[in-house]
């Protein structure tokens, strides 16, 4: 025996073979990694939707309201697609919808797919069954089915191509208020109305290739060496990350409309705001806001192109970068220190917000430029989901910390193990003596004639009242001039409220339609958008599906209200509600199914 070798005992690791039969969670499917097939008209393929869930939805205001029946419904491409009923103001549904995918004219190249302008639009209604009776015939009663619109948001096909999929809590577009509808208990929303999302998981089934730039930026002389640096840097910031972080929205240089490619920081400077407008820094968000987006594909680019703020002003139009920086020099001029923040967000995907910080109030600011809305760094679900670099006219910072969401973040950038520098620190580029600038010192603005806006107004109204009556057919479409009267005036209020020049509450909004809501049931919302042309506003109207309301004695009422700002840019609002006159003479109940 003693001749025996010794054996070592075996080091075995049997984890994988309790993996292998462990039980599969049905509630919790693990997804598969997926193959990318090259497009081609053989290849059949759809979009896939996985709606999951809606937290704070609104519910039904009124005493003895019945509960929040609401659904879903995915438009893509002429398809509509809905979820089945659920029930409460935080509702589950975890349901799969899928919408065909269809190439323009059969080309499944790179370049088509990414001029696919095609949008999945996303509209959340409550299902309401109404029981009318008429009080001469007790045996007859008739049923209708409503839906009414509670909220929606627009993806563009762009955003789905580009990332390959999208997923999260997406913030529903809401109206700043809901005739008929009131935040639930539980809400904890500030507003006039909740705080509501949609968790969704959207991807395209078979996986498209990844995109990839077809044109790359023109070689340039200018900043030849930092250009070089630049590439060494962001290597170095991307491998001090952990592999699953790699992704983050990192750059150094972006390319110019004429093709030079120039050092973030040359973007950033002070240029003053309108003086049109006030000092509040709300107000100065709304106007940017206000500015179109469009996306560069849009304009032939095949590059994500940065165009100067002035350039920005001139087209009228521009993607998240532009809306970004236009907001962030305005804020610069009034003397508050802003940044801009590349990152990650829902639902546009790679997209840029504003940072903002105050000192004396120790308060750190986020702000989404082309929507108008703020958000603090220590929001729980912002929907900035990732941030990769912050810069500013002086220098950049890389986010290396092992966080990517904005609440977890230190935001202070003196701070190396959470910050990695381009210009000066631990192997950070010399900064040089003068920063070079693409930027004017002066905008120039312009006043909106208001014979613009008045144009502007009368059509809206007249083409909205057209579309209503044309869905409505053989059935009778009655406007009552006077609960349009009253509306009108609510509606400057409304611009006022979203600009943060003069809050309204609905306390207010309420008592100038007290005379009005004894006598009938009023149904509707005010709805807001950016001009550009009436047929996206016809199209929000009409999605809402308000035409449909009908009864023995139904009436609508519309009121229209443009804002101008200066540049052409216009605030667009029209309030459409259906007038329920209770003095009928048939009573009028509502069951829900």
């Not at 206000?290 to 350039?311: C, Q, R």
């Not at 970004?324 to 305005?330: G, K, P, R, S, V």
């Not at 202070?412 to 620190?425: E, I, L, S, T, V």
């Amino acid at each position: 025996l003693s001749a025996c070798a010794s054996v070592a005992p075996l080091d075995l690791d049997f984890a994988f073979l309790f993996k292998l039969c462990a039980p599969r969670r049905k509630l919790l499917p693990r997804r598969r990694e997926r193959q990318a097939q090259p497009g081609s008209a053989d290849v059949p393929r759809k979009i896939e939707v996985l709606v999951q869930s809606a937290v704070d939805l609104p519910v039904r205001g009124g005493d003895g309201a019945k509960p929040l029946h609401p659904f879903v419904e995915v438009s893509f491409q002429g398809q509509t697609m809905a979820t089945e009923l659920k029930g409460g103001p935080n509702p589950m549904w975890n349901q799969m919808l899928h919408l065909e995918l269809s190439a323009p004219g059969g080309d499944w190249s790179q370049k088509a797919l990414i001029n696919l302008h095609d949008e999945l639009t996303f509209n959340v209604f409550d299902k309401v069954k109404t029981a009318e009776a008429d009080a001469r015939e007790s045996n007859v009663r008739t049923l209708r089915d409503e839906r009414r619109w509670l909220g929606g948001f627009s993806l563009p096909f762009a955003t789905l191509y580009r990332n390959g999929k999208v997923e999260g809590a997406f913030p529903l577009v809401m109206p700043p208020l809901l005739l008929g509808y009131k935040k639930d208990e539980q809400s904890k929303s500030s507003g006039l109305v909740p705080n509501s999302a949609l968790s969704l998981f959207i991807t395209v089934e078979p996986a498209l290739p990844p995109v990839k730039d077809t044109e790359r930026e023109r070689s340039s002389t200018r900043n030849a060496k930092m250009q070089e640096f630049s590439k060494g840097w962001l290597k170095s910031v991307r491998m001090s990350l952990l592999r699953e972080q790699r992704a983050r929205h990192l750059l150094a240089f972006a390319p110019t409309a004429d093709g030079e490619r120039m050092l973030l920081c040359s973007f950033v400077r002070p240029q003053p705001p309108p003086s049109a407008l006030g000092s509040k820094m709300s107000e100065i968000a709304r106007f940017v806001s206000l500015i179109p987006s469009l996306d560069d594909s849009v304009l032939g680019a095949s590059l994500d192109v940065w165009n100067t703020t002035e350039s920005f002003l001139e087209l009228c139009a521009g993607d998240t970068e532009e809306h970004a920086l236009l907001l962030c020099n305005c804020f610069k001029a009034m003397g508050k220190s802003a940044f801009v923040v590349l990152g990650d967000g829902v639902p546009e995907g790679r997209t840029a917000y504003v940072l903002t910080k105050d000192l004396l109030k120790k308060e750190t600011t986020l702000w989404n430029a082309s929507t108008g809305k703020s958000y603090s760094t220590e929001l729980l679900h912002c929907p900035l989901t990732s941030v990769g670099l912050v810069f500013d006219d002086t220098n950049i910072w890389a986010n290396v910390q092992p966080y990517d969401e904005p609440h977890l973040i230190d935001w202070h950038f003196d701070d190396a193990r959470n910050w990695r520098p381009f210009f000066g620190g631990r192997g950070g580029f010399e900064e040089p003596d003068e920063m070079e600038n693409v930027q004017a010192a002066e905008l120039r603005y312009r006043t909106t004639s208001d014979e613009y806006r008045a144009n502007i107004e009368r059509d809206v109204e007249e083409r909205v009242k057209q579309a209503f009556e044309d869905a409505r057919g053989h059935r009778t479409t009655d406007w009552n001039r006077a609960v349009g009267a009253k509306l009108k005036p609510l509606l400057r209020r409304f611009e006022e409220h979203e600009s943060g020049v003069r809050p309204l509450t609905a306390a207010e909004h309420d008592a100038a339609l007290l005379q009005v809501s004894k006598s009938s049931r009023l149904v509707g919302f005010p709805i807001n958008l950016t001009y550009t042309d009436v047929q996206p506003i016809l199209d929000k109207v009409m999605h809402t599906n308000l035409w449909q309301a009908d009864g023995p004695k139904i009436q609508f009422a519309i009121a229209t209200y443009v804002h101008a700002y200066p540049n052409d840019v216009c605030s667009v609002w029209v309030y459409i509600v259906a007038v329920e006159d209770l003095r009928a003479g048939s009573a009028t109940t509502r069951t829900v199914e």
